[in-house]
């Protein structure tokens, strides 16, 4: 898979009906290994080893509704009350970031109302702090640690 712009990290990797499966940390199985999966797997460990993240506070491809239509996240995280700290939307390595990226998290976090945000393609990373009151984001250089 492609070199990305994280820390070198280690991964369980295996092949599954002859494709490549990586491990999740997280869901505790081997998923099939896509463009998408390598930048999630990286992002969780960056969450986890870099950010100090509790892996019991982070959890990866669940399901929300927004306004009747059900959507998938990448990778949220939470802080110890159980109130959404972060939302991360993964791209894969191929796929720009632009203002359609930055409008879907932000469809995400109408629902979900998460402190920071994190879009990446594994390439480019970037991070952002929401203004509620002003009904925008501010950039960051990077996340806060934990």
């Not at 491809?61 to 927004?66: A, G, L």
């Not at 191929?94 to 932000?106: H, K, L, R, V």
């Not at 402190?115 to 960051?140: A, P, R, S, V, W």
């Amino acid at each position: 898979m492609q070199k990305l712009n994280f820390p070198e990290y280690s991964f369980k990797i295996k092949s599954k009906e002859n494709k490549p499966a990586i491990f999740s940390i997280l869901r505790k199985k081997y998923l099939v290994l896509t463009p998408e999966e390598w930048v999630r797997q990286h992002t969780v460990n960056y969450l986890i080893r870099e950010k100090k993240y509790s892996p019991n506070l982070l959890n990866e491809e669940r399901q929300i509704d927004i306004n009747g239509i059900t959507k998938r996240y990448d990778v949220v995280g939470y802080r110890p009350s159980g109130a959404i700290e972060l939302v991360v939307e993964c791209k894969a390595p191929g796929i720009s970031i632009n203002q359609e990226t930055f409008d879907q998290i932000a469809r995400y976090n109408m629902a979900l109302k998460a402190e920071y945000l994190m879009i990446t393609n594994g390439l480019n990373h970037y991070f952002c702090k929401m203004d509620y009151m002003n009904e925008t984001y501010i950039f960051l250089e990077n996340l806060p640690s934990h």
